[in-house]
């Protein structure tokens, strides 16, 4: 038992390097909890891996969502922008729906604020 | 509420379709226990009805699988299921490869069953269609969960995984019908030969999945702190507890066989063995579907 415990161990060990790490959402533009001065231009999201991105929905902070003009495609990548309209000053929410290359289905979400 | 559904129908369809691919690979490996003996005709006709009608709904429940993802991913009702831009994102990704494959494997199996094996030649013909399908199907789990993100030797380890699993739980009700059906000496012969390759299927199958936890979970922490880990611990309980049915199947109950003595016990134990069978397979269905590595 002891040296199977030893060995796990070292098995543990050795491979706690590959750990597995599903894809995620690793930068986005506004960045979260930002506070801009100005109207952001465009919102841009960058993944840890390629991804199909299925859903992004911009809301205020009444829950009042806001087109931008995104279409789910079958595109993959690891990068997204899409031009925003002007937004009054606020509170914002972006939830991401994305599909990973596993065909798991992930989500994320941040906000900013717009003085 | 609405992923509570669609995750429900999800796991189940997941259940329907391993236990679909288990029977194709009973049916290939098992059915000559009963066709080289005439007497033995009903068994013959029952075994490919069974397979037959079970394949026919694996096959529905997996188109059922690829809408019910949509629906998941969409997350908007019903509507979500059939809304077309993300049926092509979903058609496009590796759910809809995966569902396409394992329609395929499906179909190719249900061909093979249709197959009339009067000629030698067209028996051959069955048994590589069946293995075909086996192997399509058995392709089709490395394209979804987690494991399409990892190497190739794991893609190949689970092939071998899924592949050991799906002829050990196939061969349980074949076996069990041989009980009932075989001589004390036939079924006792079945039973040594069976357990000979399931030692050694077995130790391929330990090892595979060995490899696989390592690679998944990494680390002895995360497979007690982490919800995937814990559900893998229980799932890894339940295959000791099958394991230790099989060695009393393997060391008490078969032995008896040679005494001309014991069929009830072995074919109510098999019982039992099917049930926890089952119950790796719905835990596994969840795993996969529902509760992630990095979750």
């Known amino acids: ?7 796990l161990t070292v098995i543990s060990i050795v491979f706690s390097s590959a750990v597995f790490a599903h894809v995620h959402l690793e930068k986005s533009v506004p960045a979260d909890n930002a ?4 109207n952001p231009e465009e919102l841009k999201l960058a993944f840890s891996k390629e991804v199909r991105v299925v859903k992004v929905t911009l809301k205020n902070k009444q829950g009042k969502k ?14 997204f922008t899409w031009k925003l309209p002007k937004l009054a000053p ?14 798991h289905k992930m989500k994320d979400s941040f906000g900013f604020m717009v003085h | 509420m609405e992923m509570y559904i669609w995750n429900t129908v999800i796991v189940l369809s997941k259940i329907v379709f391993y236990v679909g691919f288990a ?3 009973g049916y290939t490996f098992f059915r000559q226990i009963f066709e080289h003996n005439e007497s033995h005709s009903n068994a013959v006709i029952a075994h490919l009805t069974w397979t037959r009608t079970y394949i026919v709904m694996a096959l529905i429940v997996n188109i059922t699988w690829f809408f019910a993802s ?14 077309a831009d993300i049926l092509a994102i979903m058609w496009d990704s590796s759910v809809g490869t995966g569902a ?3 329609a395929l494997g499906l179909v190719t199996a249900i061909i093979a069953l249709a197959l009339r094996f009067k000629l030698a030649v067209n028996s051959y013909l069955k048994q590589s269609a069946l293995m075909l399908s086996l192997l399509i199907l058995a392709y089709s789990f490395t394209l979804l969960g987690h494991i399409s993100e990892l190497g190739t030797i794991e893609k190949g380890l689970l092939i071998l995984h899924v592949l050991v699993m799906a002829w050990w739980f196939g061969a349980l009700l074949p076996l069990k019908q041989a009980c009932h059906q075989l001589s004390y000496a036939e079924l006792h012969l079945l039973m040594e030969s069976f357990g000979k390759q399931a030692s050694f299927a077995l130790s391929l ?17 995360a497979l007690i702190s982490s919800s995937y880990g814990q559900t893998l611990l229980f799932k890894l309980a339940l295959v000791v507890s099958i394991l230790a049915l099989a060695a009393k199947h393997k060391l008490i109950l078969v032995p008896q066989l040679k005494n001309s003595q014991g069929r009830e016990a072995l074919s109510k134990s098999i019982s039992i063995e099917m049930v926890v069978a089952f119950a790796i397979l719905s835990v596994t269905a969840g795993l996969t579907s529902v509760v992630g590595p990095a979750n």
């Open chain 1, 66 to 79: 806001i087109k931008f003009g995104f279409k789910p495609t079958k595109e993959t990548n690891t990068e």
């Open chain 2, 23 to 25: 029977c194709i690979a």
């Open chain 2, 205 to 221: 199958l330990l090892v595979a999945c060995l490899w696989l936890v390592i690679q998944l979970v990494g680390s002895l922490d």
């Open chain 2, 100 to 102: 396409l494959l394992r």
């Open chain 1, 1 to 7: 038992m002891k040296t199977l415990i030893k060995l």
């Open chain 1, 90 to 103: 606020a509170n914002y929410v972006v939830d991401v729906t994305f599909l990973g290359k596993d065909g």
């Open chain 1, 35 to 38: 506070m801009l001065m100005k």
């Open chain 2, 70 to 83: 949509t629906g998941a991913m969409a997350e908007e009702g019903i509507q979500g299921a059939i809304d």
